[in-house]
């Protein structure tokens, strides 16, 4: 027996808070757990430049999402149910419905992306702005700082960057068991010398 749309469109306006409600869950601990990698990602780029990251907002970031995720408490399984619920969610046949209805569709427009909008950046700070304050500086304009000082593009700061810390891991690999950190720092600047 077929579903009549009216009820299809029924059905679909009922099962959208609900829908909505557990998606929402989801992505607000998928949101913290990657705004975590990305933290540590900013902070190991900025080490890698000299860069304090103390003296940025990228450990208070860090920190903030880390206390998200144990407030929840976060746990592998929690991340597998997750990862396997954004895989099979398939709530298009709601959208699709809702939509249907007498509803204002706006125009599509053109969403910036996160490539873009960081190749946006990396462009100014290789040409308009070399002296900047890092201190007030977003995670993003942060990361976007980082790249801009190994390339043009995303793809070319990130092929100068891996080359860079496979360097600077064969000289910290190379430090003894009992080393100190006057033996850390002459190996981060033999790295630098090159």
């Given at each position: 027996?077929?579903?009549?749309?009216?009820?299809?469109?029924r059905?679909?306006?009922?099962?959208?808070?609900?829908?909505?409600?557990?998606?929402?869950?989801?992505?607000?601990?998928?949101?913290?757990?990657?705004?975590?990698?990305?933290?540590?990602?900013?902070e190991a780029l900025?080490?890698?430049?000299?860069?304090?990251p103390?003296?940025?907002?990228i450990?208070?970031?860090?920190?903030?999402?880390e206390?998200?995720?144990?407030a929840i408490?976060?746990t592998?399984?929690?991340k597998?149910?997750?990862?396997?619920?954004?895989?099979?969610l398939d709530?298009?046949?709601?959208?699709?419905?809702?939509r249907?209805?007498?509803?204002?569709?706006?125009?599509?427009?053109?969403?910036?992306?996160f490539e873009s909008?960081?190749?946006?950046?990396?462009?100014?700070?290789r040409?308009?702005l070399?002296?900047?304050?890092?201190?007030?500086?977003?995670?993003?304009?942060l990361?976007?700082?980082c790249?801009?000082?190994?390339?043009?593009?995303?793809?070319?700061a990130?092929?100068?960057i891996?080359?860079?810390?496979?360097?600077?891991?064969l000289?910290?690999?190379?430090?003894?068991d009992?080393?100190?950190?006057?033996?850390?720092?002459?190996?981060?600047?033999a790295?630098?010398?090159?």
């Open positions: 027996m077929a579903i009549r749309p009216s009820d299809r469109r059905l679909a306006r009922l099962a959208i808070p609900l829908v909505a409600a557990k998606r929402s869950e989801v992505e607000r601990r998928v949101g913290w757990r990657e705004e975590v990698e990305f933290c540590e990602h900013v900025l080490r890698l430049e000299g860069v304090d103390e003296s940025t907002c450990l208070r970031q860090l920190h903030e999402a206390a998200q995720l144990a408490p976060d592998p399984e929690l597998e149910a997750d990862e396997a619920y954004l895989a099979r709530t298009r046949w709601v959208d699709e419905e809702w249907r209805g007498r509803h204002y569709r706006p125009p599509p427009r053109e969403e910036k992306t909008e960081v190749e946006r950046l990396m462009g100014r700070y040409t308009d070399k002296d900047i304050d890092l201190t007030t500086r977003s995670p993003l304009n990361y976007a700082w790249l801009s000082r190994h390339g043009a593009t995303i793809e070319e990130v092929a100068d891996a080359e860079a810390a496979k360097d600077l891991l000289f910290v690999d190379k430090l003894p009992d080393s100190t950190e006057e033996d850390i720092e002459r190996a981060l600047s790295v630098e010398n090159q």
